[in-house]
């Protein structure tokens, strides 16, 4: 692919977004945890995407969709933020997110455009294989930093909201691995 000359201020923008997600912190460490310096959307996403790269080879996935889907998974916060659960209802959540994805997706060549709202949205769907494992992924890096902040010497008693959620939405149906790797998150005696 080629980019005209004048396309490249918009690259800008999108890489600008992009780069927006080093500064937004994770709000349910702090909200619910009382995490001081939590983890930034980017460090979250970032360590999503190793581990999709890593467990999506073992397991004969699309890899590079689903790392595509992952670095685009909660790209719309750069716009409108980490909301918690409890402070807007989902249909509102969805509505900013699109609005915001929309209007940063815009910012790519049109080439790209579509190919990367399709990803997007199938991430949202949560229908496809790919979407179900980064749903999972997402619940597993969660876990996995909470028990990083657990060893951090923050309250164990305020992390296992997060431990028990990841529990509760993974699978190990579909996806044995990741309920496996859960497992050993959750067992106290690992100290990895």
């Known amino acids: ?22 500064r937004i912190k994770r709000s349910g460490w702090i909200h619910k945890s009382n995490i001081e ?6 460090d979250h996403s970032y ?3 190793v581990m999709s790269m890593v467990l999506a080879e073992i397991l004969n ?20 933020g980490d ?8 249909e509102k959540k969805e509505v900013l997110e699109n609005k915001a994805m929309k209007k940063i997706i815009s910012k790519l060549p049109s080439a790209l455009r579509e190919n990367y709202l399709d990803i997007w949205n199938e991430y949202n769907d949560n ?38 959620s990841a529990t509760e939405y993974i699978s190990n149906e579909r996806f044995d691995l990741v309920f496996e ?5 959750n067992d106290d005696s690992n100290k990895i």
């Open 127 to 164: 229908i496809t294989d790919n979407a179900k494992f980064v749903h999972n992924l997402d619940k597993l890096e969660m876990a996995l930093q909470a028990k990083e902040y657990e060893f951090d010497g923050y309250s164990k008693e305020s992390l296992q909201i997060f431990l028990k």
């Open 47 to 49: 360590s999503m995407c």
């Open 181 to 185: 790797i859960l497992q050993t998150i």
């Open 83 to 90: 909301y918690m659960p409890d402070k807007i209802s989902a």
């Open 37 to 42: 310096s939590p983890e930034s959307i980017a």
């Open 1 to 22: 692919m080629k980019l005209e000359k004048r396309e490249i201020p918009n690259l800008v923008s999108f890489f600008r977004f992009v780069c927006n997600l080093k």
């Open 61 to 80: 996935l699309d890899t590079e969709h689903i790392m595509k889907m992952v670095n685009l998974h909660d790209l719309a916060e750069s716009l409108v």
